[in-house]
């Protein structure tokens, strides 16, 4: 994501879901390398969560004045470029129209909005119904699906090879993942463990292990 915003032009990201494992992730990165990070959650527990880890900027979306404070954190920011994790419904084009009225601020009207390009990237889909967007954060924008693997193929061997090279590197600090528990294929197929991975509870990740069980 970090890449991304860089070869795009990009000075500063928006995230959703940001208390999952791999959000929690992005805040360390984004820290070390001095990215400023808006990451938008759903509760006030995960916002506690993230700023407990040092995020600077933390958006509760079931807060009454959530859009107020997105506009906000994304001004402070001037982040341009947003992921995704959700998909559906309406957070991605709040996320867009918040950009848009940070841009606005002291420009001259245009009817069709500012000059500032606004890209969303979709990598998930934690809600599987419809992408909802209200269009009013002008027409310098873009709205597309992003994976790794295409993207690892564009920036070529080496580009590719250093960004797994710090991610070796960091294993155990920047990208430490936390576990439940640990699980064996057989366990996987447990009606009960199912039901307790398949929530997809912040910090409740389990990792399955093939080797786990076998004589």
Same mark, same amino acid.
């Given at each position: 994501?970090? #890449?991304?915003?860089?070869?795009?032009?990009?000075?500063?990201?928006?995230?959703?879901?940001?208390?999952?494992? *791999?959000? !929690?992730?992005?805040?360390r990165i984004c820290k070390a390398d +001095?990215?400023?990070?808006?990451?938008?959650? &759903?509760?006030?527990?995960? /916002?506690? %969560? *993230? &700023?407990? $880890? =040092?995020? #600077?900027?933390?958006?509760?979306?079931?807060?009454?004045?959530?859009?107020?404070?997105?506009?906000?954190a994304v001004a402070a920011t001037g982040?341009? *470029?947003?992921?995704?994790?959700?998909?559906?419904?309406?957070? +991605?084009? $709040?996320?867009?129209?918040?950009? #848009?009225?940070?841009?606005? &601020?002291?420009?001259?009207?245009?009817r069709y909005g500012s000059n500032t390009?606004? !890209?969303?990237?979709?990598?998930?889909?934690?809600?599987?119904?419809?992408?909802? *967007?209200?269009?009013?954060?002008?027409?310098?924008? +873009?709205?597309?699906?992003?994976?790794?693997?295409?993207?690892?193929?564009?920036? =070529?061997?080496?580009?590719? !090879?250093?960004? &797994? $090279?710090?991610?070796?590197?960091?294993?155990?600090?920047?990208?430490?993942?936390?576990?439940?528990?640990?699980?064996?294929?057989?366990?996987?197929?447990?009606? #009960?463990?199912?039901?307790?991975?398949?929530?997809?509870?912040? +910090? /409740?990740?389990? %990792?399955?292990?093939? $080797?786990?069980?076998?004589?």
């Open positions: 994501m970090v #890449e991304t915003m860089r070869r795009e032009g990009h000075s500063a990201l928006v995230h959703t879901a940001a208390a999952s494992n *791999l959000g !929690q992730m992005l805040v +001095g990215v400023p990070l808006v990451n938008v959650v &759903r509760s006030a527990t995960q /916002e506690k %969560l *993230l &700023r407990d $880890q =040092g995020a #600077e900027w933390v958006v509760d979306s079931s807060d009454p004045a959530f859009f107020e404070k997105l506009v906000e982040a341009t *470029l947003a992921f995704d994790a959700i998909g559906g419904g309406k957070q +991605g084009s $709040q996320i867009l129209s918040a950009m #848009e009225i940070a841009a606005s &601020r002291g420009a001259a009207y245009s390009f606004k !890209q969303l990237y979709i990598y998930g889909g934690l809600d599987t119904g419809p992408t909802e *967007l209200t269009r009013n954060f002008g027409f310098s924008w +873009g709205v597309n699906g992003f994976l790794l693997t295409p993207f690892l193929a564009k920036i =070529g061997a080496d580009a590719a !090879q250093k960004l &797994r $090279q710090r991610v070796a590197s960091e294993l155990k600090t920047t990208f430490a993942s936390h576990y439940t528990a640990e699980i064996g294929l057989a366990e996987a197929l447990d009606i #009960e463990t199912l039901r307790a991975y398949a929530r997809r509870a912040t +910090g /409740e990740k389990y %990792l399955i292990n093939p $080797q786990k069980g076998l004589a």
